[in-house]
């Protein structure tokens, strides 16, 4: 969406990756800001060395964190319907951004999920459910194999150059 309001242009890239990484930054804030200002501005100070050497490209593991930080916030407090329900749909904008990630999001808000009311529960159920919406309109539109495959199976094990090195780059000597 960003692409098509401004153009695709490398500035328009770095912009959408600079935020990215400042949306990360500003949620491990908020995350560790329950144990005091001091340990809050360590984590973000911390986060942000790690975050350098990656530079600002746009990527979509990075947008994919950001909504996973932001929703493990939003659901850290369940005194606001609002906010529990905006917590399951920014956790499933993660798995929009990166479906691999779903582990990763299940298992990071599952004891967050256990500690909250009954009652909310059915809250952060009804933001995953309308969050997951446009996966299971693909799911309908596609089918499940092709989903899988184009989803998980070939860009997370298959295509993934780094995973292997073909044999005839290996140094025979």
């Known amino acids: 969406g960003t692409y098509h309001l401004f153009g695709d242009t490398i500035v328009v890239e770095r912009a959408v990756g600079l935020t990215y990484r400042i949306l990360i930054l500003l949620a491990v804030f908020f995350l560790a800001r329950r ?4 340990i809050a501005i360590g984590c973000m100070a911390v986060t ?8 600002i490209s746009a990527q979509t593991w990075m ?43 299940i298992f990071s808000t599952l004891p967050l999920f256990l500690a909250m009311p009954h009652s909310k529960r059915w809250k952060y159920a009804a933001g995953v459910a ?17 989903l ?11 295509s993934n150059p780094a995973r292997h090195l073909p044999l005839s780059a290996v140094d025979q000597s």
């Open 63 to 105: 947008g994919a964190v950001a909504c996973a930080l932001w929703s493990l916030w939003l659901i850290s407090s369940t005194k606001s319907d609002v906010r529990t329900i905006a917590g399951g749909l920014l956790g499933c904008a993660a798995l929009l951004f990166r479906p691999d990630l779903a582990l990763a999001v």
């Open 148 to 158: 899988f495959d184009n989803l998980i199976l070939f860009p997370v094990f298959r």
């Open 35 to 38: 144990w005091g200002l001091g």
């Open 130 to 146: 309308t969050g997951l919406l446009p996966m299971a309109i693909l799911l309908i539109a596609a089918g499940w194999k092709p």
């Open 48 to 55: 942000g060395l790690l975050l350098v050497p990656i530079g």
